[in-house]
């Protein structure tokens, strides 16, 4: 059976890796192979999976609209579905938050909405340049893959990937303030960078290693923004949608930026789906102008209304912030105590175990141990060095706690082995 992917699919795969079985059914947060292997999931398709696999409230809302043979596909013509979702977006979102934005559906990814981000941010104060931040992680296609950072994603691009300017993330080089970085580099006539049209940023870089920028940087850098006339894109793709115990991942700081990039847990059910949201002055667009066949799958718009529906009624950021405390007590307590120099970083529902000063390897057997004792747990950061903590919001407490003990006993067992091969 294995060998049916090895032998026929392409080499690019790569999650399978990780987790070499094949996955049948799921449900919350459990997956379950052919054979009907149980494995507690604390990756929740890479923040896709915020309201858990299959979550009922949302599979009857779908289960419905394809039964009565509902609009499937509509390109981006007016359909009942869509504008549901747009109405119950700005009644549950926008308003209550004081967010004045327009929706823009872009092509099913993250990615595409990250390129339409930045081509409209060119075209509205028509400068080339971008900042991104070392660590970023924006998508794969040429456009976001020129924000992301890491080397060997770029490497694949094939040609050079211009007109970025990458500069330290908050907190990440040590004794410097990266605000005044940028502002000498925007003030300073012999700088060499030219003013950009975007600074584009994760306000938690996930992929980059569970980076948290401070909400008191991320407002002097709304300043900066303002101040410059430099448009501030937030890609929200995947602390967004609840996943930091606030539906957008800036709302601690309390700034709003000129452009959001959401995707991932947006359609609530694991149905492709991004959007932008920008501010009503920045929609130049002509018609078309960022165009796709698939912007605004129909199942994503009744999943994605259904999923905020879900939010409020189960009261799902109080439910984060209880799962957050356990989650911080039981890092500090159990995982902490294993190696002082273990980093911990993260919030609501996205933790991160950094453990780069044991290596590589280190953090690849105590994921592999995880993995062997059915616990779906990935890694992130330089050279994976990161144990990413992420099911979904949903999770229960009984599994968040026995998916705990797992990772406490994997990552005691391998560092038992090492300090013993050191010895
Ligand atoms: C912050 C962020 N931006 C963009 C993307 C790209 O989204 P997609 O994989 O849907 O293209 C991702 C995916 O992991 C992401 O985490």
Redesign the pocket.
Same mark, same amino acid.
Request: charged letters at 20%; hydrophobic letters at 35%; aromatic letters at 4%.
């Given at each position: 059976m294995m060998n049916t992917f090895e032998v026929l699919e392409s080499n690019v795969r790569s999650y399978c890796r990780s987790f070499p079985v094949v996955f049948n059914k799921a449900k919350n947060d459990m997956l379950y192979t052919d054979s009907g292997e149980g494995y507690i999931d604390f990756f929740a398709g !890479?923040? !896709?999976l915020n309201y858990g696999h299959n979550n009922d409230f949302m599979k009857h809302r779908i289960l419905d609209y394809v039964t009565a043979d509902r609009i499937m596909h509509g390109l981006d013509m007016y359909t009942t579905a869509k504008q549901e979702f747009i109405e119950s977006f700005s009644e549950r979102i926008l308003v209550p938050k004081q967010l004045n934005y327009k929706l823009q559906f872009c092509g099913p %990814?993250? %990615?595409?909405a =990250?390129e339409a981000a930045l081509k409209l941010a060119r075209k509205v104060t028509k400068r080339n340049g971008v900042f991104a931040f070392m660590g !970023?992680?924006?998508?794969?296609?040429l456009g976001?893959l020129s924000v992301t950072s890491n080397r060997s994603m770029r490497a694949s691009a094939g040609i050079t990937l211009d007109n970025v300017t990458f500069i330290p993330y908050y907190n990440t080089f040590s004794g410097l303030d990266t605000i005044s970085y940028m502002e000498h580099l925007l003030t300073d006539s012999h700088s060499g960078v030219e003013k950009p049209a975007a600074i584009i940023l994760?306000t938690i @870089? !996930?992929?980059g290693g569970i980076n948290m920028a401070d909400a008191d940087w991320l407002v002097d850098l709304r300043h900066l923004c303002t101040a410059h006339d430099i448009l501030l894109i937030i890609?929200?793709? @995947? =602390?967004g949608c609840g996943r930091t115990g606030s539906f957008f991942s800036f709302e601690r700081a309390g700034i709003v930026p000129d452009i959001v =990039?959401l995707?991932?847990s947006i359609s609530g059910y694991g149905m492709p789906m991004?959007l932008l949201l920008l501010k009503p002055e920045l929609d130049v667009w002509s018609p078309g102008e960022h165009n796709g066949t698939f912007r605004g799958n129909q199942l994503a718009f009744v999943a994605a209304k259904a999923a905020l529906e879900f939010r409020d009624a189960v009261g799902l950021d109080e439910q984060v912030k209880e799962k957050e405390a356990f989650v911080q007590q039981f890092l500090r307590d159990s995982i902490q105590s294993i190696d002082p120099f273990i980093r911990i970083r993260g919030m609501g529902l996205i933790w991160g175990i950094d453990v780069a000063h044991l290596g590589e390897a280190f953090a690849k057997e105590v994921t592999e141990l995880c993995f062997r004792r059915g616990l779906i747990i990935e890694r992130a950061g330089r050279n994976d060095t990161v144990i990413k903590i992420m099911p979904a919001l949903t999770v229960s407490m009984e599994n968040l706690r026995k998916g705990c003990d797992i990772l406490k006993e994997s990552m005691e067992q391998v560092y038992s082995s090492l300090v013993t091969s050191v010895m």
């Open positions: !890479a923040g !896709a %990814t993250g %990615t595409n =990250v !970023a992680f924006h998508g794969m296609s976001s994760e @870089q !996930a992929e890609d929200d793709i @995947q =602390v =990039v995707s991932k991004s």
